[in-house]
Protein backbone atom coordinates (compact mmCIF):
# COMPACT_ATOMS: atom_id res chain seq x y z
CA UNK A 1 0.00 0.00 0.00
CA UNK A 2 1.15 3.45 -0.50
CA UNK A 3 2.63 5.54 2.10
CA UNK A 4 2.88 9.37 2.63
CA UNK A 5 5.61 10.60 5.22
CA UNK A 6 6.75 14.26 5.53
CA UNK A 7 9.04 15.71 8.32
CA UNK A 8 10.17 17.31 10.54
CA UNK A 9 6.48 17.21 12.39
CA UNK A 10 6.86 20.74 14.43
CA UNK A 11 10.26 23.17 13.82
CA UNK A 12 10.42 26.71 15.78
CA UNK A 13 12.70 28.57 13.19
CA UNK A 14 13.62 32.43 13.76
CA UNK A 15 13.09 35.05 11.37
CA UNK A 16 15.84 35.20 8.48
CA UNK A 17 16.47 31.89 8.71
CA UNK A 18 16.38 28.93 6.03
CA UNK A 19 13.59 26.11 6.41
CA UNK A 20 13.56 22.72 4.51
CA UNK A 21 10.60 20.56 4.87
CA UNK A 22 10.77 17.13 2.71
CA UNK A 23 8.49 14.59 1.73
CA UNK A 24 8.29 10.89 0.37
CA UNK A 25 5.60 8.92 -1.16
CA UNK A 26 6.36 4.95 -1.01
CA UNK A 27 4.48 2.06 -2.68
CA UNK A 28 3.34 4.06 -6.10
CA UNK A 29 5.48 5.48 -8.86
CA UNK A 30 5.79 8.77 -11.06
CA UNK A 31 2.73 10.09 -8.10
CA UNK A 32 1.40 13.84 -8.75
CA UNK A 33 2.48 15.96 -5.54
CA UNK A 34 1.34 19.17 -3.66
CA UNK A 35 2.63 21.17 -1.20
CA UNK A 36 -0.31 23.04 0.98
CA UNK A 37 0.04 25.34 3.70
CA UNK A 38 -3.19 25.97 6.48
CA UNK A 39 -3.12 29.12 8.92
CA UNK A 40 -3.74 28.87 11.96
CA UNK A 41 -7.85 28.40 11.38
CA UNK A 42 -7.82 29.11 7.84
CA UNK A 43 -8.26 26.94 4.53
CA UNK A 44 -6.02 25.07 2.65
CA UNK A 45 -3.64 26.89 0.32
CA UNK A 46 -1.86 25.59 -2.28
CA UNK A 47 1.49 26.49 -3.32
CA UNK A 48 3.17 23.73 -5.51
CA UNK A 49 2.68 20.90 -7.59
CA UNK A 50 4.68 18.27 -9.52
CA UNK A 51 4.12 15.49 -12.26
CA UNK A 52 7.38 14.79 -12.36
CA UNK A 53 10.82 14.92 -11.51
CA UNK A 54 11.83 18.99 -12.07
CA UNK A 55 8.87 19.88 -13.01
CA UNK A 56 7.25 22.52 -10.67
CA UNK A 57 4.22 24.65 -10.63
CA UNK A 58 3.96 27.82 -8.15
CA UNK A 59 0.41 29.14 -7.27
CA UNK A 60 1.25 32.00 -5.53
CA UNK A 61 4.27 34.35 -5.09
CA UNK A 62 6.12 34.17 -2.19
CA UNK A 63 10.00 33.76 -0.87
CA UNK A 64 9.29 29.80 -0.36
CA UNK A 65 9.87 27.39 -3.29
CA UNK A 66 10.15 23.76 -3.94
CA UNK A 67 11.81 20.92 -5.21
CA UNK A 68 11.54 17.23 -6.77
CA UNK A 69 14.93 15.71 -6.89
CA UNK A 70 13.24 12.31 -7.21
CA UNK A 71 10.45 10.83 -8.39
CA UNK A 72 8.71 10.47 -4.82
CA UNK A 73 10.45 12.83 -3.00
CA UNK A 74 9.25 16.55 -2.79
CA UNK A 75 11.26 19.22 -0.84
CA UNK A 76 9.44 23.11 0.55
CA UNK A 77 12.57 25.37 0.81
CA UNK A 78 13.11 28.80 1.59
CA UNK A 79 16.31 30.59 2.42
CA UNK A 80 14.59 33.56 4.49
CA UNK A 81 11.73 32.93 6.61
CA UNK A 82 8.95 35.60 7.48
CA UNK A 83 6.19 35.60 10.32
CA UNK A 84 3.96 35.17 8.10
CA UNK A 85 5.55 31.87 6.94
CA UNK A 86 3.87 30.19 10.43
CA UNK A 87 1.25 28.01 9.68
CA UNK A 88 0.97 23.78 8.82
CA UNK A 89 2.21 22.67 5.89
CA UNK A 90 1.12 19.21 4.44
CA UNK A 91 2.51 17.56 1.44
CA UNK A 92 0.06 15.32 -0.89
CA UNK A 93 0.04 13.12 -3.23
CA UNK A 94 -2.08 11.91 -5.79
CA UNK A 95 -1.81 8.77 -8.27
CA UNK A 96 -1.19 9.94 -12.06
CA UNK A 97 -4.55 10.02 -13.42
CA UNK A 98 -6.40 9.29 -10.19
CA UNK A 99 -8.69 12.22 -8.42
CA UNK A 100 -7.87 11.35 -4.92
CA UNK A 101 -5.64 13.67 -2.97
CA UNK A 102 -3.64 11.95 0.22
CA UNK A 103 -2.04 14.20 2.88
CA UNK A 104 1.38 13.52 4.95
CA UNK A 105 1.07 14.03 8.76
CA UNK A 106 1.81 17.84 8.16
CA UNK A 107 4.29 20.06 9.85
CA UNK A 108 4.00 22.99 12.32
CA UNK A 109 6.30 25.86 11.52
CA UNK A 110 6.69 28.77 13.67
CA UNK A 111 8.63 31.58 13.11
CA UNK A 112 9.38 33.58 16.13
CA UNK B 1 -8.25 29.57 -11.93
CA UNK B 2 -11.59 27.54 -10.01
CA UNK B 3 -13.17 29.18 -7.03
CA UNK B 4 -14.64 27.16 -4.01
CA UNK B 5 -16.88 28.82 -1.38
CA UNK B 6 -17.80 27.42 1.93
CA UNK B 7 -20.85 27.86 4.31
CA UNK B 8 -21.16 28.21 7.03
CA UNK B 9 -17.96 28.56 8.39
CA UNK B 10 -19.18 27.16 11.74
CA UNK B 11 -22.13 25.16 12.57
CA UNK B 12 -23.40 23.99 16.40
CA UNK B 13 -25.50 20.81 16.22
CA UNK B 14 -27.14 18.52 18.81
CA UNK B 15 -26.40 15.35 19.13
CA UNK B 16 -28.57 13.31 16.90
CA UNK B 17 -29.62 16.56 14.40
CA UNK B 18 -28.54 16.42 10.76
CA UNK B 19 -25.80 19.33 9.68
CA UNK B 20 -25.89 20.42 6.24
CA UNK B 21 -22.36 21.94 4.45
CA UNK B 22 -23.25 23.71 1.39
CA UNK B 23 -19.98 24.83 -1.64
CA UNK B 24 -20.16 26.44 -4.78
CA UNK B 25 -17.68 26.35 -7.34
CA UNK B 26 -16.75 28.77 -10.55
CA UNK B 27 -15.42 26.53 -12.78
CA UNK B 28 -18.55 24.88 -14.78
CA UNK B 29 -15.66 22.35 -16.16
CA UNK B 30 -15.14 20.97 -12.89
CA UNK B 31 -15.80 17.36 -12.52
CA UNK B 32 -14.39 15.77 -8.73
CA UNK B 33 -15.94 16.92 -5.77
CA UNK B 34 -14.88 15.72 -2.12
CA UNK B 35 -15.05 16.03 0.90
CA UNK B 36 -12.19 15.70 3.19
CA UNK B 37 -12.71 15.76 7.24
CA UNK B 38 -10.08 17.24 9.74
CA UNK B 39 -9.53 16.59 13.33
CA UNK B 40 -7.76 18.96 15.98
CA UNK B 41 -3.75 18.82 14.73
CA UNK B 42 -4.13 16.65 12.34
CA UNK B 43 -4.24 15.73 8.35
CA UNK B 44 -7.56 15.85 6.31
CA UNK B 45 -8.59 12.75 5.60
CA UNK B 46 -11.35 12.44 2.81
CA UNK B 47 -14.48 11.09 4.20
CA UNK B 48 -16.69 10.90 0.64
CA UNK B 49 -16.24 12.32 -3.03
CA UNK B 50 -18.84 12.79 -5.75
CA UNK B 51 -18.39 12.83 -9.82
CA UNK B 52 -19.85 15.29 -11.91
CA UNK B 53 -22.02 12.20 -13.52
CA UNK B 54 -23.49 11.45 -10.37
CA UNK B 55 -26.52 13.79 -9.18
CA UNK B 56 -25.97 12.22 -5.32
CA UNK B 57 -23.82 9.62 -3.14
CA UNK B 58 -24.51 8.04 0.06
CA UNK B 59 -21.99 6.18 2.43
CA UNK B 60 -23.98 5.64 5.75
CA UNK B 61 -24.95 8.36 7.63
CA UNK B 62 -23.08 10.45 5.14
CA UNK B 63 -24.10 11.95 1.94
CA UNK B 64 -22.93 14.69 -0.69
CA UNK B 65 -25.37 16.07 -3.55
CA UNK B 66 -24.27 17.61 -6.87
CA UNK B 67 -26.10 20.21 -9.11
CA UNK B 68 -24.14 21.09 -12.22
CA UNK B 69 -26.17 23.46 -13.22
CA UNK B 70 -26.36 25.60 -10.29
CA UNK B 71 -22.36 24.90 -9.58
CA UNK B 72 -22.84 23.79 -5.96
CA UNK B 73 -22.48 20.34 -4.05
CA UNK B 74 -23.13 19.90 -0.15
CA UNK B 75 -22.53 17.19 2.80
CA UNK B 76 -25.28 16.29 4.50
CA UNK B 77 -24.30 14.31 8.30
CA UNK B 78 -27.38 12.40 9.37
CA UNK B 79 -27.95 11.30 13.20
CA UNK B 80 -24.35 13.50 14.25
CA UNK B 81 -22.50 12.31 17.04
CA UNK B 82 -19.78 13.79 19.18
CA UNK B 83 -16.95 12.67 17.50
CA UNK B 84 -18.06 14.08 13.91
CA UNK B 85 -16.82 17.18 15.61
CA UNK B 86 -14.14 18.67 13.19
CA UNK B 87 -13.33 20.78 10.69
CA UNK B 88 -15.07 19.85 7.25
CA UNK B 89 -13.67 20.82 3.59
CA UNK B 90 -15.39 20.86 0.22
CA UNK B 91 -12.67 20.86 -3.10
CA UNK B 92 -13.43 20.76 -6.78
CA UNK B 93 -11.03 19.97 -9.22
CA UNK B 94 -10.86 22.33 -12.22
CA UNK B 95 -10.05 21.01 -15.89
CA UNK B 96 -6.57 22.75 -16.40
CA UNK B 97 -4.30 21.06 -18.19
CA UNK B 98 -1.78 18.88 -16.53
CA UNK B 99 -3.13 20.44 -12.94
CA UNK B 100 -4.39 17.66 -10.70
CA UNK B 101 -4.08 19.53 -8.20
CA UNK B 102 -7.56 20.62 -5.84
CA UNK B 103 -9.46 23.87 -4.58
CA UNK B 104 -10.41 24.04 -1.52
CA UNK B 105 -13.01 25.74 0.36
CA UNK B 106 -12.38 27.65 3.49
CA UNK B 107 -13.64 25.03 5.80
CA UNK B 108 -16.89 24.49 7.85
CA UNK B 109 -16.32 23.72 11.81
CA UNK B 110 -18.77 21.80 12.79
CA UNK B 111 -19.80 21.13 16.67
CA UNK B 112 -21.94 18.18 17.93
CA UNK B 113 -23.49 19.22 21.32
CA UNK B 114 -23.97 15.94 23.28
Known amino acids: SQTIHQWPATLVQPVGSPLSLECTVEGTSNPNLYWYRQAAGRGLQLLFYSVGIGQISSEVPQNLSASRPQDRQFILSSKKLLLSDSGFYLCAWSSQGGNTIYFGEGSWLTVV | GENVEQHPSTLSVQEGDSAVIKCTYS??????FPWYKQELGKRPQLIID?????GEKKDQRIAVTLNKTAKHFSLHITETQPEDSAVYFCAARGMDTGRRALTFGSGTRLQVQP
Open chain 2, 27 to 32: DSASNY
Open chain 2, 50 to 54: IRSNV
